[in-house]
């Protein structure tokens, strides 16, 4: 028989660059701005079978046909992923149909989130109407339902209908008040609208459930989403028998203690607790306490060997079918079935597909070369969610298992017998991945826990053999989640004393990716099987992420940073060495604030260090996340002109601010122009008493007022303070109260900031008030539209719109 020629198709040595072209042609298209025509999108599918059928001509050099099949399957992945965005893009939500009252019909699609403000939940719409007319929504919706005192429609000034008990696969009639998916743009932040469009949601939204709204009717209970009816069930009765019973002090430990259970067994998240959220990420162990990856691998990997092993008992069964494919075949089918049952979340799909691929691979008898498996299974899970390569999650998780073929771990864990060495095994391999994905973790979050392994060697078999297991047959024999809940008590115990060994988390500023991918590649080298000499080649690749500096002012300037928190004030200041923050934001509920939605990740990716938070008054949306910042920067001074009697006293004295008060930072100058110390003697309303703060460096002037409205702006023009200004932060959010003419004329700004939420109800900025602005040839730019702002004094021309900086084809574009 004779030898294939060199230059003939090997389809073995083809594979790799089919799967790079797939996952590089994803990553290009995620890179857009805007969508292209949909046309475009079918012209790269055209060519993507040209070049491949190019490629299958014989006597073309290798190296050319792999170059022709990674250009195929690149134009592939490309048309593909552009196509499938085009054709949900469709389906938006239609700018004139926000902010309007509209009556919907529809079913419950998922069980609702509850808190202290009410109901979150999914509805998939049937039908819609407004003013009688029918419309066109898109197909589910992400809605909340608010009990009095909080939320959008809470605070619509009539009587409100709290949130009724609903279920999944009810359907209700509701009126409703939406608008397109919209969320903060900060760097280094949460992408909210990302989040949205992965989970297929076009328009969110609150129930219009006040007195002069239709009423909330339950039309029927249908047999629609049976999953999520039992998932709800199962989450209830875990509440029902463990709050009560829990020994954990008050009503809201033993709460806390069923949600961590809840948790572990139907996959809700949001049952977890923000403080015992920030406790598993302080030692590194938050991804034990959802259904993440290492869940559902874990569960296929023992579903699998009892599979085998009942197939075994039957020698019938073995002549028929190998009894090691039958428990593949049986874990990978019961995997799925878990999966599907904890809420089929992101990070569960993506293990799913990457089991099915290698599953299948060896169901097939195919021995590939570990790299093509890992990029088989990359390729799989992108083919089917492409917007997954922008997760955090999909770069630890796939990192996490070629950091594991890699150092060859993987396959003598499952040969060795025995619980010790299966135990010691997976130590090493968690000692292996927290090793080589340190520098990812910085990356990604700009914080990485130092008792992370430790606590993992303890927690990983902890939760994953014990509590994970009792909690789920709990589902059976209800006693169980008594002794699931005992070893959550246990384990919260022992990571309770290591979170508060000294430097038991290290934050640093966050590196570019050229950084951590090097970084990525030094840890990683530094745990192959390799001699050492090599080895220790991977220790100057870790420096540049370990000793990465965020950039700072030159002494004698200053920079702004406006975060985009929402409705409320915080302004980020910062000279060659210090640092102050202006307001803290708003609170959004009991559980979650700006603070610790935005400001801390955001200090901590800048790796700052607050010599001084100045909050202007009281009020919630500037005083709201004050806690968590405090609690994150323990040395910061804290200077405002809340009362004494005020709770954040007790967290942190305040020093009053009061006109006169100066300091001078790296030959920048600060100084409070209002209110005056006479004024706290006085009964003045809150917005009176904002701190107004003026920042110099001789050059450029900055002016931040607070919630000043148009009496305390005359009486500082009238007091002759130094107003004249470069940059305004514009008073309350620009309320037609304030940003008075003589105002303007006395600080005459190039630029004004207006930090307000989107489509606020209180209509900020004001028609008025912006027209004001527009007629002094000022430059008006709102949070909406720009995100973030950052401007600096030694470029004071240029300001950065972080919305703008950041913007791809599924980010909110504000009319």
Avoid at 354 to 382: E, Y
Avoid at 447 to 476: D, F, H, Y
Wanted: proline fraction near 6%; aromatic fraction near 8%; charge should be neutral.
């Amino acid at each position: 028989m004779p030898a294939p020629s060199p230059q003939s198709a090997n389809p073995a040595r083809m594979l790799a660059p089919a799967l790079l072209g797939l996952i590089g042609g994803t990553a290009w298209q995620l890179q857009q701005v805007a969508l292209s025509s949909i046309w475009i999108y079918a012209l790269f599918l055209l060519l993507a079978l040209a070049l491949y059928a190019v490629s299958a001509i014989k006597n073309i050099a290798n190296v050319f046909r792999a170059g022709l099949v990674l250009l195929a399957f690149a134009a592939l992945a490309w048309g593909l992923t552009g196509w499938r965005a085009t054709a949900f893009t469709a389906q938006a939500l239609a700018p004139a149909l926000e902010g309007r009252d509209i009556v919907v019909t529809g079913v419950v699609a998922a069980m609702p989130q509850s808190n202290e403000a009410g109901l979150r939940f999914r509805l998939d719409v049937d039908a819609a109407t407004l003013g009688g007319a029918p419309v066109v929504l898109p197909g589910r919706l992400y809605l909340g339902w608010y009990a009095n005192g909080f939320g959008g429609a809470a605070w619509e000034g009539d009587a409100m209908r709290g949130p009724p008990e609903l279920r999944a696969g009810e359907r209700w009639r509701i009126a409703v008040r939406l608008k397109a998916p919209h969320g903060g743009s900060n760097p280094h932040g949460f992408d909210f609208e990302l989040w949205l469009w992965e989970q297929g949601l076009q328009a969110t939204g609150y129930v219009r459930a006040g007195a002069k709204d239709p009423a909330p009717l339950r039309i029927e209970a249908t047999w629609q989403h049976p999953l999520e009816q039992l998932r709800q069930r199962v989450r209830d009765a875990i509440y029902t028998h463990l709050a009560p019973a829990v020994q954990a002090g008050d009503a809201r430990d033993r709460l806390r203690v069923a949600g961590v259970v809840a948790a572990l067994v139907v996959g809700d998240q949001n049952a977890i607790d923000r403080a015992d959220w920030d406790l598993f990420r302080a030692t590194g162990v938050a991804h034990l306490m959802s259904i993440s990856g290492l869940h559902v691998t874990m569960f296929a990997w023992l579903a699998a060997l009892l599979c085998g092993w009942l197939w075994r008992r039957s020698a019938r069964l073995c002549l028929l079918f190998p009894a090691q494919h039958a428990g593949l075949l049986g874990g990978m089918s019961l995997a799925i079935a878990y999966a599907a049952f904890s809420g089929w979340g992101v990070p569960s799909q993506r293990t799913i597909w990457m089991l099915l691929t290698v599953g299948l691979l060896r169901l097939a008898g195919k021995h590939w070369p570990w790299p093509h498996v890992w990029l088989a299974a990359c390729a799989v899970v992108l083919l089917l969610d492409p917007w997954a390569l922008l997760q955090a999650g999909f770069w630890l998780s796939f990192v996490a298992v070629g950091v594991l073929f890699a150092s060859s771990t993987g396959d003598e864990a499952l040969t060795r017998s025995g619980l010790w060495p299966r135990l010691r095994a997976m130590w090493r391999e968690q000692g292996v991945i927290t090793l080589a994905l340190t520098p990812l973790t910085l990356l990604l979050f700009g914080q990485v826990s130092v008792v992370g392994l430790l606590a993992n060697m303890l927690a990983i078999p902890w939760v994953t053999l014990l509590v994970t297991p009792l909690a789920m047959l709990g589902i059976a024999w209800a006693p169980l989640w008594d002794v699931a809940a005992w070893g959550v008590q246990w384990l919260a115990s022992g990571l309770h004393m290591l979170a508060n060994l000294p430097y038991a988390s290290v934050s640093i500023a966050q590196a570019p990716v050229w950084a951590a991918v090097a970084g990525v590649l030094g840890g990683l080298l530094l745990v192959l099987r390799a001699p050492w000499s090599l080895r220790l080649l991977g220790l100057p690749l870790l420096l540049p992420v370990l000793l990465w500096q965020a950039p700072r002012p030159a002494s004698g300037e200053f920079s702004l940073l406006a975060a985009d928190i929402g409705q409320g004030n915080a302004v980020i200041v910062q000279t060659a060495s210090h640092a102050l923050l202006y307001d803290a934001g708003p609170r959004y509920s009991r559980e979650s604030d700006a603070g610790h939605r935005v400001l801390v990740p955001l200090l901590r990716a800048l790796d700052l260090r607050l010599d001084t938070l100045l909050l202007s008054h009281r009020d919630a949306d500037h005083i709201g996340g004050a806690m968590a910042v405090l609690a994150m920067q323990p040395e910061a001074e804290l200077l405002s002109s809340i009362e004494d009697t005020h709770e954040l006293q007790a967290v942190r004295p305040a020093r009053r601010c009061e006109t006169g008060q100066r300091w001078r930072w790296d030959g920048v100058e600060f100084e409070v122009l209002h209110p005056q110390g006479d004024d706290y003697a006085g009964k003045a309303k809150s917005n009176a008493m904002s701190c107004v703060l003026r920042i110099s460096n001789g050059r450029q002037v900055a002016l931040l007022a607070g919630d000043i409205e148009a009496a305390q702006e005359a009486r500082l023009v009238a007091d002759v303070a130094p107003l004249k200004a470069d940059v305004l932060l514009v008073p309350h959010h620009g309320s037609k109260t304030s940003s008075s003419e003589a105002f303007l004329d006395a600080v005459q700004p190039r630029l004004a900031v207006v930090q307000a939420g989107y489509r606020n109800r209180f209509g900020h900025p004001a028609p008025a008030v912006v027209a004001r602005y527009n007629e002094r040839g000022i430059q008006l730019l709102d949070s909406s539209h720009c995100g973030a702002a950052s401007w600096r004094s030694d470029l004071p021309a240029e300001v950065a719109c972080e919305r703008v900086k950041a913007l791809r084809y599924w980010h909110h574009r504000v009319p």
